[in-house]
């Protein structure tokens, strides 16, 4: 339940230091929309370049993270965070796949890769045990990106795991099993809490959830944070939440900035300094099959995305997956599910 004490409470900022969130105060200043001349890979360049540190120095993880992005709200900023992560990390240098676990294909759509019925896509590999390398497509536009496709069929994938010899464990095992070097994997998870959410779960260590920064915020994540310590305490030892990012923020009302403290108070040090705004752009692009990265470089929703993979890529530097962080991730679960009852 939402606590609205706190709501009600001072405004103060618990994270010390600069606060991000004035990307959000300027939603209405965006840069002019790519020029059609303009190659998309030069204005991607431009972004990187516009940020000034990005690409250079981010550290890559020394084993693959495997980044579960889930909340079973729909229309959290669930696929533009995967995608636009995705390719901000990939703009910084690091290789990296999505995988569309949603059978809706917006992650797909949104990269601009095929996905229709035809094409082999993750339904092969979670059901019919097709390798993942076979349906791996790599992104237009963006180098070191890659996508495992989501197409229609996946919709039924829910029903026909049930029966399936290792149901839950189907998608790690594909992951274990794919052998071109990956710095990252984004899953893109449907606004469920089925076995297409529990696969990613037992395949990741890592979960990141969206928040929206609206009313309600907080409502249902009580029963995410169960499912995690579920999965941890069955399936994945080293399952955690180790990132939250507030999403569609409008720095122009106050709501926003309740709800960024409200999330910040109960979540703490997992929360990403970096919030992203609410922005036309990022919402145009997937219609043009792109990311905001290559769509408008230098908008705010781009700097926004790519300053926050760039805190995704440090906070991994303090972060090994041994049975002691496996157990602190345990403590710190157990402690924000008791927050938000
Ligand atoms: N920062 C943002 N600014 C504006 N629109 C956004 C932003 N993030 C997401 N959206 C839009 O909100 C809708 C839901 O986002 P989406 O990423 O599809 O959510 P989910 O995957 O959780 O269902 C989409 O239409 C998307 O374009
Ligand atoms: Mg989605």
Do not use: W
Request: glycine share 8%; hydrophobic share 40%.
């Amino acid at each position: 339940m939402r606590s609205d004490a706190n709501i009600a409470g001072p405004m103060t900022d618990p994270v010390p230091g600069p606060r991000t969130e004035s990307f959000g105060e300027d939603v209405s200043r965006e840069t002019p929309p790519p020029m059609d001349d303009t190659p998309i890979g030069r204005a991607a360049q431009l972004a990187v370049e516009a940020l000034g540190r990005a690409g250079e120095g981010l550290p890559r993880p020394e084993q693959t993270r495997v980044i579960v992005v889930a909340n079973q709200k729909g229309g959290v900023g669930k696929t533009t965070t995967t995608v636009n992560l995705a390719a901000s990390l990939a703009l910084h240098g690091s290789r990296v796949l999505v995988v569309d676990l949603d059978p809706q294909g917006n992650a797909s759509t949104a990269l601009g890769i095929d996905h229709h019925a035809e094409v082999p896509s993750i339904y092969d590999v979670l059901v019919e045990s097709r390798p993942l390398a076979e349906v791996v497509q790599p992104v237009p536009d963006v180098e070191g990106l890659f996508c495992a496709p989501a197409t229609i069929d996946l919709a039924g994938a829910e029903i026909e795991l049930v029966s399936l010899v290792a149901r839950e464990s189907r998608l790690q095992r594909a992951i274990k099993a794919y052998e071109q070097p990956l710095d990252y994997i984004l899953i893109d998870c449907p606004p469920s809490l089925g076995l297409l959410t529990v696969n990613a779960m037992v395949a990741g260590a890592e979960v990141l959830i969206p928040i929206q920064c609206e009313y309600y915020a907080l409502e249902g994540l009580g029963q995410l944070l169960r499912n995690v310590d579920l999965v941890r305490g069955h399936l994945n030892p080293a399952l955690h939440v180790s990132t939250i990012l507030l999403t569609m923020y409008d720095g122009r009302t106050r709501l926003a900035s309740q709800v960024a403290d409200e999330v910040r108070t109960h979540f703490g040090d997992e929360v990403l300094r970096t919030s992203i705004p609410r922005s036309v752009r990022i919402s145009e692009a997937p219609s043009y099959g792109q990311t905001v990265l290559t769509y408008d470089p230098g908008s705010s929703g781009a700097l926004s995305y790519l300053e926050a993979a760039r805190e995704l890529a440090l906070k991994g530097v303090d972060v090994s997956y041994d049975a002691t962080h496996a157990h602190i991730g345990a403590q710190n679960n157990r402690n924000m599910v008791e927050g938000i009852q």
